[in-house]
Every structure is written in C-alpha cells, then in structure tokens.
C-alpha cells in the first residue's frame, strides 16, 4: 500500500496519519525517537506492509504482472492500489477524497519539523500536484511510475508499467478490493491493540 492507503488505515488521529505516512522513512527502531501516536502510526505500517505483502491477493496480483515487472511488483502493485482506492475513495470509505487529501497536507504543513528531508521535499511535491487525490486519474499515475523509474539507479520498466495495469485492470482491481476489504479488519485490530499502550514490541525493519 501507498501513502493514500497507509493515512486512511491509521485512522481518524492525526498523530497516528503521521506515523503511517513516516513509515516507509523510518528506519530500524528510530520510531522510538517520536511521540507515542506517531510512534504507533510507524508501528502499524509496517503491519500493514507484512499483512500486505502475506496476503493471497498481493500474491496473484504479482503473478498478473509481465516476469520483467514482477521484481518491481512492491512498487508497482503500492501505486496501482492507490490508484483504485482513489478512484472509489468515496464509495469505499463513505468520505469525500479531496477534503481527506487537504486535511491530510496540512496536517504535514503542521508538523513539518518531524519530516525527515528527503520526506519533505517529497511531500512539497506530493501537494503541488496533489497526487493523494490525483492518483484516481491514469495520466498522473503515469507521471509518478515515471519519475520513480528515474529515481531508482538500476534500469528498470517502471515508466511502461500503465500497460500492465491495462492488461490487467479488472483483475487487478478486484485482488485489491479482496485485499482492502481484509485490511481494513486487520487496520483497526492492530490500531486497538496498539493503542492500549505505549508501543514496546519489535517491529519488522
């Protein structure tokens, strides 16, 4: 899941929506270095990512990708699923997805200071083109596989990756609402039992 799925499945506190748009940031136990909700955001999304990347669904969306894009299936099935939440964010989630994406920037406008660099200029630009509610449209998707081809240093097919979801996009979509269904259940379980206290278990790096 990406940073839309990983915001909406922190919850409704402000300081968790933080911790779960941090995760992919914070390395080994530096989630020990930030308040307790943030601390548990971190904590959940790296539950979520270990749900995920376990689930049946997230297996046979892989195996609907090309062998020359399944290296790159993390990635690429993260900004797929994105994309459908967005495009079904109010169906989905009974939520309008432009007031949720506008809350959720100002919330990092609010707390900027705890974003790591790298993590800020890449939220400037998430806003700038406001990808959280973008993300519903083909043409952004496109723009965002292709600048994070460019990012990576390997050569990889990343920019010709809208193909695969062309090739598979029925198929695709219902893995991922099979998936979301599971995940908004473990989400809220895992929210419940981090929330009973201060978070003090080891997580998956």
């Known amino acids: 899941m990406n940073y839309l799925a990983h915001v909406l499945l922190s919850g409704p506190d402000p300081q968790w ?5 941090l995760g992919d940031h914070v390395r080994g136990r530096r989630w020990e270095d930030f308040p307790a909700g943030m601390a548990s955001g971190i904590l959940l999304h790296r539950q ?3 749900f995920t990347n376990a689930h049946p669904a997230f297996a046979s969306a892989r195996e609907r990708l090309d062998p020359a894009f399944r ?12 994309h459908f939440l967005a495009a079904s964010f109010d169906r989905l989630t009974g939520r309008n997805l432009s007031v949720f994406a506008g809350v959720t ?25 406001n990808l959280l509610t973008n993300y519903a449209d083909e043409a952004c998707l496109s723009m965002v596989l292709g600048a994070v081809s460019g990012r990576l240093k390997r050569a990889n097919p990343l920019a010709e990756g809208m193909g695969q979801l062309h090739k598979s996009r029925s198929d695709l979509e219902a893995l991922f609402l099979e998936l979301f ?5 473990f989400a809220a379980e895992q929210r419940e039992a981090l929330g ?5 278990q080891t997580a998956s790096p």
């Not at 290296?71 to 994105?82: H, M, P, S, V």
């Open 105 to 129: 920037y100002s919330n990092l406008r609010a707390h900027w200071h705890v974003l790591p660099p790298s993590l800020q200029r890449f939220a400037r630009y998430q806003e700038r083109h």
């Open 71 to 82: 290296r790159y299936a993390g990635i690429l099935l993260d900004l797929f699923f994105d």
């Open 181 to 185: 269904d599971d995940l908004q259940g």
């Open 48 to 50: 979520i990512d270990v």
């Open 17 to 21: 929506q933080l911790g779960g748009y």
């Open 196 to 200: 009973a206290a201060e978070p003090t």
